[in-house]
């Protein structure tokens, strides 16, 4: 929508960042020469869509990894959601079905991609119609792999305000935020994966805001994520008003960037006097670096399932082995806590293969799966007992919800035991062996559990969305476990209080745990370790210092 006034226009959508931006728009350039002839018979190009496929999953695995490192968890899930649609039997079966009546890979999988997005965009749901999006993001890519086109690159010497008439969450990722002083478009919602990213991403952000003409390329343009409008050559008061603010904004952030370098490698310690352990999540030994510069006294969760994602076969021991030698040696004594393999629900491995569900989040996945296929699980086993020789490791159990999983699970670690030390093979025997809290049942179970184990980690994305049976990639019911969080509290101080009775830690991997608005709450019943994303650490200890 756009208004017309004394100086310029004025365009209203939807702000979806709470900031502002002021500089020249640039429109983005999203003009390809496609050729879209087939070059081959349909058996050749079906061989051509294929493995284009499998690149580029194995690229959009990629970007969740760059996604989780730099933005965060719940934001790497969207690429996540995206690999495991490009590999659906429907959408491949489609695609490949065109390519036998003699079109092109390309043009199969854009009117593949077509077909689906128009049937989502028909059902007159908001929600629904965002996930078009998703699929045309996925189906350029594939694309884009086919007529090897590269991410394009921008050569702009000066920020600048992009306008687009969409922007699909692959895109969104790999803006460089320091040339993107925001960006608006002309299309899309506030549930849209690609506003879900700009407010991670912290890029003041408008969406829907109608045409704007490409007369306005250069402009001067004021952007306010506030009120959802953009408007062109502003008023000099405007711009004023806009400067003063930013510079008082900009020397408060610098005051307070300085402040949490200085206290970043000393112990987080409450006004109270209470020691909290600063930990970071990682998902592979690239990673470790940026956690260690950034204050992290150890590592809270490494997500072990880098090693099995984005290849064609289970890793073996010794593969295993030295990816966590590596990293336990890095960290220098530090704590590193590794996950076991959780794959299943939004990870999947296509040579394990498993069964399509019909609800994957309550399915085969996590420990059930390891439980099941014990070999796997031995592999990984060992392989953590071996490299906890090298450094102070500890082993995480993920979606334990009964006793007597438990309980199984400590008789296979037992049993790696006595086989190492039957070879001959260091290992750390006083090895802690802790479970992730991301069922109700373990959490309400926990009194039991606690005196099995040596730590807890709470996992609350899982804990809350099956607390609130709440999917909680679905922005209609996400809210629900976003804006509701008593009796997760009241879910995670039971857990607390059993594991303190027996001696034991507690902490936070999951998303809440970067919540500073949750951050005294979270002290208050007793956290004793907060592991978030590398890009939150500094926050998080600036914040328990100056809690109570």
Not at 33 to 59: H, M
Not at 212 to 225: H, R
Not at 433 to 442: D, L, N, R
Request: proline share 2%; with cysteine; glycine share 8%.
């Amino acid at each position: 929508m756009s208004i017309d006034d004394a100086t310029g226009n004025v365009f209203l959508g939807i702000g979806v960042t709470n900031g502002q931006a002021y500089g020249k728009i640039k429109f983005l350039n999203s003009t390809y020469n496609y050729d879209f002839k087939a070059r081959s018979s349909p058996n050749e190009e079906r061989q051509r869509f294929l493995l284009a496929l499998e690149e580029t999953v194995n690229k959009t695995k990629e970007i969740a990894k760059r996604a989780r490192s730099t933005i965060g968890e719940g934001e790497a899930q969207i690429f996540e959601i995206h690999a495991m649609l490009l590999e659906d039997e429907d959408f491949v079966d489609s695609v490949l079905s065109l390519i036998k009546t003699g079109l092109s890979s390309e043009e199969a999988v854009e009117k593949s991609g077509e077909k689906y997005s128009n049937v989502l965009r028909a059902l007159g749901d908001e929600y629904l119609s965002a996930r078009a999006t998703d699929i045309k993001d996925i189906c350029q890519g594939i694309i884009d792999t086919l007529q090897a086109k590269n991410d394009k690159k921008e050569e702009d010497s000066e920020p600048y305000i992009l306008v687009a008439p969409d922007l699909s969450p692959s895109e969104t990722v790999k803006l460089d935020k320091s040339k993107i002083l925001g960006f608006v478009t002309f299309e899309g919602s506030a549930t849209s994966h690609t506003s879900i990213l700009a407010k991670a991403m912290g890029i003041p952000a408008i969406v829907g805001v109608g045409e704007i003409s490409k007369n306005y390329d250069g402009e001067l343009a004021l952007l306010d994520g506030i009120r959802g409008r953009i408007t062109i050559r502003p008023k000099e008061i405007d711009v004023w008003e806009y400067k003063n603010a930013k510079a008082k904004e900009n020397k408060l952030a610098r005051e307070h960037e300085r402040y949490l370098r200085s206290i970043m490698h000393r112990p987080a310690v409450t006004k109270s006097g209470k020691k909290i352990l600063i930990y970071a999540n990682i998902g592979e030994a690239s990673e470790v670096d940026g956690a260690i510069s950034n204050g992290a006294e150890g590592i809270g969760l490494l997500r072990s399932e880098f090693m099995y994602l984005a290849r064609n076969n289970l890793p073996s021991e010794e593969e295993l082995f030295i990816a966590y030698k590596m990293i336990a040696e890095k960290m220098q004594g530090k704590r590193v806590v590794i996950r076991t393999l959780d794959i299943g629900a939004d990870k999947q491995a296509t040579y394990l293969n498993l069964e399509r569900e019909e609800n994957p989040a309550l399915g085969y996945r996590g420990i059930r799966l390891c439980l099941d296929r014990q070999e796997i699980f031995k592999t990984q086993i060992r392989a953590i007992l071996r490299a906890s020789a090298y450094g102070r490791i500890s082993i995480m159990i993920p979606m334990i919800s009964t006793h007597g999983e438990l309980l199984k699970c400590k008789e296979i670690i037992k049993s790696c035991e006595v086989e190492l030390k039957n070879k001959g093979i260091n290992f750390d025997s006083k090895i802690e062996i802790g479970i992730m809290i991301e069922t109700p049942a373990s959490a309400i179970i926990s009194d039991i559990l606690a005196k099995e184990v040596d730590f807890f980690s709470v996992g609350t994305n899982d804990l809350s969305q099956y607390t609130y049976a709440a999917d909680r990639q679905n922005s209609r019911v996400s809210g629900i476990c976003e804006e509701n969080h008593e009796a997760i509290i009241r879910l995670i101080k039971m857990a607390s209080d059993a594991i303190h009775e027996e001696g034991g830690w507690i902490g936070i991997c999951g998303e809440m745990g970067a919540d500073l608005s949750l951050t005294q709450e979270l002290l208050d019943i007793g956290i004793d370790e907060l592991s978030v994303s590398v890009p939150y650490l500094l926050g998080v200890r600036g914040k328990v210092c100056a809690s109570n």
